[in-house]
């Protein structure tokens, strides 16, 4: 398959952002936007897409700012370029936009794997109109502490720069993540079951590394954004949401904490919210060994809800 690589900028700031595109041959069914994870890059989603394009539609991602080649430079690998969660979600916005006016009549589904889970949420606080619908995969869950997080890294940036990258953090962002696998290949090993996938993960130096400061403060933000009930326009009551992540994802912290993600958006307004946990998987659905079953389901799911 054909992968089209193009660079954008970004109407918030001029940043240039890269995004990839994968068009089926034939006629296209519809348009899925994805949005990757922390700490990756869009190359990882290429086996997903190209599995959404052989059943027709167009695939599209962009590494997001501060990651992959959406960057100034290297160093400004996890820096946002804001501190306020904004960007990122416009950045988003603006390929939908660009998409919807080059497909008009196409049906247009949001994906958002983890950190991404939180910017397509934060999307829909304005945005739920402009899209048909939406998947929420590895969702992390709320952190009751993540005021006090914002403020730790707050006074951090006051006496270490907003490019400092801390690893205090960092381990009390993931250290837990790994407790309950028995013998861990790596400190990534809570990443996936599929110990391949973690080994490449591993090797990829655009992958796992620490955030900046200032990404950590948008990562927070994110987060208590995301489950502060004020702001939320809910245009499309009927917005079909679906839920997926793995039953041994650390992210989601347990299947009670998971299922208060789901009732929030219940709460806020949202009348078809479904949702699905694939046994013996932890965070990467995506990439485990049995991923053509999540594929599948996606593509089903996609195709039922209209």
């Known amino acids: 398959m054909l992968?089209?690589?193009?660079?954008?900028?970004?109407?918030?700031?001029?940043?240039?952002?890269?995004?990839?595109?994968?068009?089926?041959?034939?006629?296209i069914k519809g348009i899925v936007q994805i949005?990757?994870?922390?700490?990756?890059?869009?190359?990882?989603y290429y086996s997903f897409m190209e599995y959404l394009v052989?059943?027709?539609?167009?695939?599209?991602?962009?590494?997001?700012?501060?990651?992959?080649?959406s960057v100034k430079t290297q160093e400004d690998l996890g820096y946002f370029y804001d501190d306020k969660a904004e960007y990122i979600v416009e950045d988003m916005y603006q390929i939908t936009k660009q998409m919807k006016e080059q497909y008009p009549d196409k049906k247009l589904i949001l994906f958002g794997h983890s950190m991404g889970s939180m910017v397509v949420r934060k999307y829909i606080k304005k945005y739920d109109k402009d899209i048909d619908q939406l998947i929420v995969c590895g969702s992390p869950s709320k952190n009751p502490y993540v005021g006090?997080?914002?403020?730790?890294v707050k006074i951090l940036k006051i006496f270490k720069g907003e490019h400092h990258r801390s690893n205090l953090v960092q381990k009390l962002a993931f250290a837990s993540y790994n407790k309950k696998i028995e013998n861990p290949i790596s400190e990534n090993a809570w990443v996936c079951a599929n110990e391949e996938?973690?080994?490449?993960?591993?090797k990829d130096k655009l992958n796992g590394f620490i955030f900046t400061l200032n990404g950590f403060q948008?990562?927070?933000t994110l987060m208590k954004d995301i489950y502060t009930k004020q702001g939320w326009e809910l245009k499309k009551k009927d917005l079909p949401i679906f839920f997926i992540a793995g039953?041994?994802?650390p992210v989601i912290?347990?299947?009670?904490?998971?299922?208060?993600?789901?009732?929030?958006?219940?709460?806020?307004g949202y009348q078809n919210v479904s949702e699905k946990l694939y046994q013996g998987m932890r965070h990467e659905i995506l990439n485990e060994k049995d991923k053509k079953t999540v594929f599948e389901d996606i593509l089903k799911w996609i195709n039922t809800e209209k």
Do not use: C
Not at 35 to 44: D, F, L, N, Q, V
């Open 197 to 202: 996938t973690v080994k490449e993960y591993d």
């Open 218 to 220: 948008n990562l927070f």
């Open 35 to 44: 949005a990757h994870g922390m700490a990756e890059h869009k190359e990882r």
């Open 253 to 268: 912290v347990s299947q009670k904490d998971w299922q208060k993600a789901q009732n929030f958006l219940k709460e806020i």
């Open 247 to 249: 039953q041994d994802d």
């Open 3 to 27: 992968i089209e690589n193009k660079k954008i900028k970004s109407n918030q700031d001029g940043l240039e952002l890269e995004m990839s595109i994968i068009k089926p041959e034939g006629e």
């Open 54 to 69: 052989s059943n027709g539609y167009l695939a599209i991602i962009h590494d997001h700012r501060g990651h992959g080649v």
């Open 148 to 152: 006090l997080a914002l403020i730790m």
